[in-house]
Every structure is written in C-alpha cells, then in structure tokens.
C-alpha cells in the first residue's frame, strides 16, 4: 500500500479480492490514491486491471476486502458515486443512432446537469464533430466521443480502462493535457494501460498488477532506484585467465560463458568492482535498465495471464446489460428503457 494516510486518499482499496469460482481475478489488493492525483495502474492484457475497475465502479461485488471512493463504499453506494465519477470502460460501445449533439444532451438529462458547452469545447480540443452518427464514426472518433462524455461533467474521480485506444498520437498529448490540468484542479485520475510509455509521460505513481497480484506501487522514480543493475562482464581471455569459476552470490548471471557474463547486480556496486579489480576483464558495463526493461521484468514469465484475461472475458458477457460502457457507468447498472432500433 502507498504511504498516503486513508483520510487523505480519494480511492481506498483494502486487501481486494474478487474470484470466479477457483479462478482468481484479482488478489489482496491494496491500494491508496490521494485527491488530485495521476495514478497509473499498469498490467499486461488480463492481469486483473478491467476487475479492480469494475470492482471500483459497483459493476462487480468483491469476493472480500473493501473499495470506497470519496469515503464511500463501491458497491453499496455505487449510485451516489456515480454523480461524481467520470469512466470509459476498455470495451466501449455506444447506440448507432447516437450523434455526439444527442449523447450530450441525453446524458446531460441523466446526471440533471447541462454538460453540452463543456462537452463541445471538448469536442473542439479533441477535433470531433458532434454531428456525425456513431454508426460513421471511426474507431477514434467514438473513443473520443467517450471520453468527452466521461469528461464534460467535471468529475471529482476519473476511472479511465485504457483511453488512449485508437487515439493517434496528438489527440493522446492532448487527452494527457486535459487530464493534467483536470488534476490541477483537484480531479483524481485513474488511468488504467498496459503501454508503460503514456503512464511514464502523465502519472506521478503507478501499481503494477501482475496476474491479479499487485507487484509494485512507488513512483517511477523509486523505481528506478530500486531496480537491480544489469551487468555486463567481459573476461580477458587472451590473458589465459578466462572467467572465474563461480560468481559473487549477490550477481545473478542469465548468461556465463569462458568469455562473458551477463545479468543483475543486487545492492551496492562496490563489492563488484573490488571482485572485477582482483581479475583480468577487457570490458565491463555496470549500469540501470531502463523503464522499459524494468517493467518487462515484472511481465516474464506471466503463463498464466491467459486463464486470468478469460475471466474478464466472461465478466464482459456478464455485463452486456449494464447498458454499454459509458451508459452503464452513469445509469446505476440499469440498461437504458426503450432504446433505439440497431442499439449496438
């Protein structure tokens, strides 16, 4: 769990656990995010990101632990939390018939709050136009149209599943510029993504989930310090030394051979490099990985990712009725009444 104090923290998860049946989606979670924060919460596809959200969202009841927002719990007080929070599902689907002009207007009327000069001046940053049908709009246009809805009723809590998909990369910079002046003003930003790079470049902490499990939780820049050293060693074989027989117990070796060792250094480099001073090396590179590297780490070996994505698969079928996506995150998990003809 992070160090911020529960009084202070906008979403609280405590020890979170949701099972389907002997398969787990999400295990002892526990997580801590303050008012005005950006929050990245970073897994592979099927760790159990889309579980913890719907968990959050009152779409799904925890098997046990507890989650609020604002103070409230999830699943009891799903509906009044809902005035409040602004999502886009991962799996957005909106009704053919809906131009952007009429979503605004038609949510705006569920919330009991005028949300269209919000909304088109939005609309206007993130270049859509309004007029256009979902059933002609890109792939792009309706995420756009999402997250607009999502965002033109000023929220106190964003919970955003991934919402840079299909974005190009100048409508992502400027999705990440609404967000960071949104957050200025004391916004709470969840934002869910497997792509370290757009987390990197907006969140000031980030979770790491890995098979339902949260791995880690710092700031990216904790984590660099506490990431172990990649090393690279090669021996001077010419010299008719070769490589020691055995290597120092705080060096991981991934690859040994006459001529070379490669892998992690736990702790201090000194002790390595008082043990590389007594032998005979022709090249050595003792450095930190990268982001990228460091957070490829926590994903290896991740073989049971599949069983994990499945059930998520099955909560989305389980879910269908929730009334598509965005609809379903305001409407108090009740589908629409009387909708259109071609609804999907």
């Keep these: 769990m992070t160090q911020t104090s529960a009084a202070n923290s906008t979403i609280q998860i405590k020890s979170l656990t949701r099972r389907y049946g002997a398969r787990r989606g999400i295990e002892d979670v526990c997580l801590s995010i303050p008012a005005g924060s950006l ?3 970073l897994g592979p596809n099927g760790a159990g990101k889309t579980t913890t959200i719907r968990v959050l969202l009152g779409f799904l009841r925890a098997t046990s632990g507890s989650a609020t927002i604002m103070g409230l719990d999830a699943w009891r007080d799903s509906a009044r939390i809902k005035v409040d929070v602004g999502a886009i599902p991962g799996d957005l689907r909106l009704w053919n018939w809906l131009t952007g002009n009429l979503a605004l207007r038609l949510f705006g009327q569920i919330r009991g709050v005028d949300i269209r000069a919000r909304g088109r001046a939005l609309a206007e940053e993130l270049e859509l136009d309004l007029r256009v049908k979902v059933r002609a709009m890109s792939r792009g246009m309706r995420q756009k149209l999402g997250l607009i ?4 009723h000023d929220p106190k809590v964003l919970i955003l599943d991934e919402p840079t998909t299909a974005l190009d990369p100048l409508m992502q910079d400027r999705l990440r510029a609404i967000l960071r002046r949104m957050a200025h003003a004391g916004t709470t930003v969840f934002f869910s993504s497997h792509t370290l790079s757009e987390v990197e470049d907006l969140c000031e ?3 790491i989930v890995r098979k339902g499990l949260i791995v880690a939780d710092s700031t990216l820049t904790e984590l660099r310090a506490t990431a172990r050293h990649d090393v690279d060693i090669v021996w001077d074989v010419a010299s008719g030394d070769g490589a020691p027989e055995r290597a120092p ?6 690859r040994q051979s006459a001529d070379r060792w490669i ?11 008082a043990f590389l001073a007594a032998k005979r090396v022709a090249d050595v590179r003792i450095a930190k990985p990268d982001l990228e590297t460091l957070f490829r780490r926590y994903y290896d070996n991740d073989d049971t990712s599949e069983g994990v994505e499945s059930v998520e698969r099955v ?4 879910n269908d009725s929730l009334g598509d ?3 379903g995150s305001m ?4 589908p629409v009444q009387g909708s259109a003809p071609n609804g999907r």
């Design 249 to 254: 117990e705080y060096l991981r070796l991934s």
């Design 263 to 273: 892998g992690t250094l736990d702790g201090d480099v000194n002790p390595l490099l």
């Design 331 to 334: 409407l108090r998990e009740k």
């Design 315 to 318: 909560e989305r079928v389980e």
């Design 149 to 152: 809805l999502a965002l033109a």
């Design 205 to 207: 902490r980030v979770a």
């Design 325 to 327: 996506g965005v609809a």
């Design 39 to 41: 929050y990245g919460f």
